[in-house]
């Protein structure tokens, strides 16, 4: 059973951003917004469908699921946070987005919540 890992929270999310931003996600739009190779997004895409959070019938567009739009949308409003934050102490949008690609994976989810509410009292 695939668990889920920074990599494949990083694949989920570019998805679901695809999705969002131009209705659908393929492998070969992932790969080139990754800067990866196709066969590394179709081996994420297997252990994904694993997890349930993706569906993909061969050579069509990759689907989330329920479950995958809930964990992806989680995953896009950290790194999102992230960047605001980052942005608001004087970081550069580019470093920012790097930066939170990052974190997004590793701080807890209190440190999360000390952001949120710092963040909004800004």
Known sequence: MATMTQS?????????????????????????????????????????KALELVTQEPYSPIE???KGRRVASTVLNRHTLLRSFLMKLGVSR????ADACRMEHILSA????KIRT?????
């Open 118 to 122: 710092f963040t909004e009292d800004k």
């Open 64 to 66: 989330l699921t329920k």
């Open 8 to 48: 494949l929270e990083d694949y989920l999310e570019t998805i679901y951003v695809l999705i969002s931003d131009t209705g659908s996600a393929c492998v070969r739009d992932v790969a080139k917004t990754l800067d990866v190779k196709m066969p590394s997004v179709v081996k994420a895409i297997h252990e994904l």
């Open 110 to 113: 209190e440190t999360l919540d």
């Open 94 to 97: 580019k470093a920012a987005d």
